[in-house]
């Protein structure tokens, strides 16, 4: 009586042993399945060897890099403030001939802002302090783009692939800045282009217009180079010669209605007032009053100086010469005026955000590294 319960027993067991057994094996297909890649995932992240695909990172789980703005790891010399907004030459021995200029214009026209301009006012003489107010506000202004504006970076071969800004470049100069070369070596320039004037850089890597020159100070190509001036710290090229010119014709004009205006007042002064007031004043005082009029002989050489500069690019704008260009007797291929031509737009953006490690990678192996990228670091 009990031997059909020990085959019903015995076929039970049987038949939970196969089940095991087929939840053993549907358990081995799903990790054999999650162990293959998916289509999806080979498609947003896979290696290939030999024409089969291995996953390398999930999307989910890739790390997002660290981006910057572009003017953070300027790879050249030149120093950015207020956020990107203005930029300089980075040549640091520029400071004492800087602060040269900004003393022969605030010196003078501080003495006459604060002596002449009230004395006149008071007769009633508004024609030259406002001429002099408004000449003085256009010096300061122009002095203060020549020093602080782009004067027409052409940008490195790191910056065009790390911001992806070479057919933005090409459409606006007119040519591949890369010259094709995919590994950043010389490539062959056309004979045609060669002979127009365009050159290849070897330290920017890329191919130069003609009348661009590298700049050593700056370390940048700059379109229709002129010269670096230590006394804006700036390079003087095509986006910014009209300020360059602009400073140097009002600064002259502010020489030729503040000095003689001092000199007038002073010299208009009751001798023996003068006289006695001196004899009463401090040494200290008196030291200073005569390192003042020391100051006022430098700034009216200065002036001089200015006459001289400002003649000599008048004739470079008549002549469409740079100074480079007269200097080594370069001919002006393109036959473009030096004054009078377009501006042009300017050819990076430094906001654009560029991966600091993509910069890094893109340098020249051979080029020093710039305190700009050390400053950053790595990404995190």
């Not at 999650?34 to 999806?40: F, Y």
């Not at 004395?119 to 020093?147: D, E, K, Q």
Request: charged share 15%; with cysteine; hydrophobic share 40%.
């Amino acid at each position: 009586p009990f031997r059909p319960k020990v085959a019903s027993c015995r076929a039970s067991g049987v038949a939970s042993r196969l089940g095991a057994m087929a939840v053993d094996e549907a358990s081995d297909d799903e990790e054999m399945q999650a162990l293959q890649p998916s289509a999806e995932s080979i498609g947003a992240s896979a290696a290939y060897v030999d024409g089969t695909s291995f996953e390398l990172e999930a999307p989910a789980t890739r790390k997002r890099k660290r981006t910057v703005p572009l003017w953070q790891v300027w790879p050249s010399r030149n120093m950015f403030c207020c956020g990107g907004l203005l930029m300089t030459g980075g040549t640091e021995e520029c400071w004492a001939p800087n602060l040269c200029v900004w003393t022969c214009i605030l010196m003078p026209s501080s003495m006459f802002f604060v002596w002449v301009f009230p004395s006149l006012w008071h007769r009633g003489a508004y024609a030259l302090p406002i001429a002099v107010l408004v000449v003085f506000s256009m010096t300061t202004l122009m002095l203060l783009a020549t020093c602080c504006t782009d004067p027409g970076i052409v940008p490195r071969r790191e910056v065009v692939l790390a911001t992806g800004c070479g057919p933005a470049l090409e459409a606006a100069l007119g040519f591949d800045v890369l010259g094709g070369s995919g590994d950043g070596k010389e490539p062959q320039i056309a004979p045609k282009l060669k002979n127009a004037g365009y050159r290849w850089c070897r330290t920017c890597r890329i191919v130069r217009p003609p009348r661009a020159s590298h700049c050593s100070d700056c370390d940048n190509c700059v379109l229709r180079y002129d010269h670096h001036c230590p006394f804006v710290n700036n390079c003087v090229g095509q986006r910014n010669y009209h300020f360059f010119f602009g400073f140097i014709t009002s600064v002259l004009i502010l020489a030729m209605l503040v000095i003689p205006s001092v000199l007038t007042y002073f010299s208009g002064l009751n001798e023996e007032i003068t006289v006695d007031q001196m004899s009463k004043v401090s040494t200290a005082m008196r030291v200073a009053l005569y390192g003042l009029a020391v100051g006022g002989v430098l700034v009216i050489i200065a002036s001089l100086l200015s006459l001289v500069l400002w003649s000599y690019h008048v004739f470079l704008i008549t002549t469409s010469k740079t100074t480079k260009e007269f200097q080594k007797s370069i001919p002006n291929i393109t036959e473009d005026p030096t004054l009078c031509a377009p501006r042009g737009p300017a050819l990076f953006d430094p906001w654009v955000q560029v991966d600091p490690d993509d910069m890094r990678r893109l340098q020249d192996p051979n080029q020093r590294p710039y305190s700009a990228w050390i400053r950053t670091g790595p990404s995190e």
